[in-house]
């Protein structure tokens, strides 16, 4: 890849240097941003955390953590050392009023050394009952008050509650100019989710029949294999809803269904995701029953392995009544979409991980066959594969072989990694990158965060107060509780299960 020659040097400033997403997620992208020379000439990571350590014994345990994570595999000696080289450690407790202003002076060391202002980067890489007095000790250290050259990353879970994100922003707002604040969602920096823009609106084919005369409804699932693994403690207090549908599926949601911007600047595609978000029909209390289900996974079978339930998960509660599922059915109420369902899940220890969007278009208005030539016939759809094998899958009907007029369906599919004979970067490696740029595009703005909020505030009030009495109702393994199915049965669909894209052909799961 050529080198950018365009940036301006910056400082990534890394607050809970030490901690899982820095280590799995943040130190591995940069790496390969500098690989593949993306990085400007000039840069600098200084990681922030509490333990004492010093600069060699950091940049050991990234190098560690970027042979373990990195889409690359393990490092080269003389790659590494050159990106180490840029990197830096200092130990400070964010959770406590400054003493001292160590980073400030760091900083204007490396402004003095570089003879130029650099742009700086501060990633909240932190637990989120931190993010107020991180905020906070930015703001006394006076580190962060150039409008133009410094940003603030902000990691979900952006709040708990409508209530709690409208406070949160009010602080961050105090303290930062909102042009600063990047509010980050990772899903929206994977390769498939973009190219659903690209998909809908620079292809003339598609875009005069995404709405409701064409399309029958909507079906976005995240399904995941794993358990909470070690995030116990943390899921405890999330929940599947919480977690997932309030950013991930939600903002999914707004791609597929928002207005052609006029203009691919960020606040132009923002103000049309917004635009989604509020245009979503509010769901009352005495609603909430029959548009949203939970559930939650017990022990079960996979890959022929005996796993536990969530309730016997490490952090987990015995009796413990987290979703670890969740469905919605949702409808957009403006002149595209009106009448349209769109069906939300997600859940953990499902049988397969997917991500994907089933777009189900309406059957021919008029069936000029005989009904023997269609047995076997089913409504088009498209399938917008996110995860893990990107791609677009679409359903047609055709003239199977022979003497008789015999319909059926086939699949034609299009593969990211056959088509541009490349791996896709990570999705943060991108939005990295986006920030290193200032570009707000794929991050989420003040009102994006309270109007998702506002979608699923109603349903999350119901939940609290009143109990589930089935729970664990699905097994690991499965693809989720019989409620789920029920929900999308009222409306006479199905849910379409995740498809397997291979190298020849494409089969269901």
């Known amino acids: 890849m050529p080198r950018n020659l365009n940036l301006d040097p910056v400082v990534i400033v890394i607050l809970g240097a030490r901690g899982d997403l820095a280590r799995r997620k943040l130190v591995p992208a940069l790496y390969n941003l500098f690989l593949d020379r993306y990085l400007p000439d000039t840069f600098s990571i200084i990681g922030v955390s509490r333990k004492e350590l010093s600069d060699e014994a950091y940049r050991q345990h990234l190098r560690e953590a970027v042979d373990e994570f990195s889409r690359r595999g393990p490092t080269k000696d003389e790659q590494w050392n050159r990106f180490a080289a840029n990197i830096t450690y200092l130990s400070e407790d964010l959770s406590v009023p400054p003493t001292g202003n160590t980073l400030g002076e760091k900083l204007a060391e490396v402004d003095s050394h570089w003879s130029k202002r650099a742009n700086r980067v501060y990633y909240l890489a932190i637990a989120p009952e931190l993010f107020e007095a991180a905020a906070r000790h930015l703001e006394q250290l006076g580190v962060c008050r150039d409008c133009t050259r410094d940003r603030i990353v902000i990691e979900k879970p952006f709040g708990r509650d409508l209530a709690s994100a409208r406070s949160l922003n009010r602080l961050i707002d105090s303290l930062f100019a909102e042009s600063q604040i990047y509010r980050i969602d990772h899903y929206l920096g994977k390769e498939t989710v973009q190219n659903i823009l690209a998909f809908r609106f620079a292809n003339s084919l598609f875009e005069p029949i995404w709405n409701r005369r064409y399309i029958d409804h909507v079906q976005i699932t995240v399904a995941e294999t794993v358990g909470v693994e070690s995030r116990g403690e943390y899921y405890e207090r999330a929940g599947a809803l919480r977690d997932m549908v309030q950013n991930h599926l939600l903002q999914i949601l707004c791609l597929v269904a928002m207005e052609p911007p006029v203009s691919f600047a960020a606040d132009e595609v923002r103000n049309k995701k917004v635009d989604v978000l509020r245009a979503i029909r509010p769901i009352r209390p005495e609603e909430v029953h029959s548009v949203a289900v939970r559930g939650q996974y017990r022990r079960g079978e996979m890959n022929g392995e005996t796993v536990p339930g969530y309730r016997e998960e490490p952090g987990v509660a015995p009796d413990s009544l987290t979703e670890t599922f969740a469905a919605l059915k949702l ?122 909020w506002s979608v699923i505030s109603p349903i999350l009030e119901v939940w609290d107060s009143v109990p589930p009495t089935s729970f664990p109702d699905y097994p690991a393994g499965s693809f989720g509780p019989e409620s789920a199915d029920l929900l999308i049965a009222k409306s006479g669909h199905s849910w379409v299960q995740p498809v397997v894209m291979q190298e020849e052909g494409v089969m269901k799961c």
């Open 331 to 452: 409808f957009v109420e403006n002149w595209r979409w009106q009448g349209v369902p769109f069906y939300l899940r997600t859940g953990k220890r499902l049988h397969t991980k997917a991500s994907e969007v089933t777009i189900m278009f309406r059957p021919a208005p008029h069936q000029m066959f005989p009904s023997a030539a269609v047995e076997s016939w089913q409504p088009n759809r498209m399938v917008i594969r996110i995860q893990p094998e990107e791609g677009i899958v679409t359903r047609i009907q055709v003239k199977q072989p022979g003497t008789r007029v015999l319909l059926g369906p086939a699949e034609m599919q299009f593969r990211y990694r056959e088509a541009f004979r490349t791996e896709p970067p990570e999705a943060y490696e991108t939005l990295l990158l986006d920030v290193i740029r200032a570009d707000a595009t794929l991050f989420m703005r003040a009102d994006q965060v309270e109007s998702a």
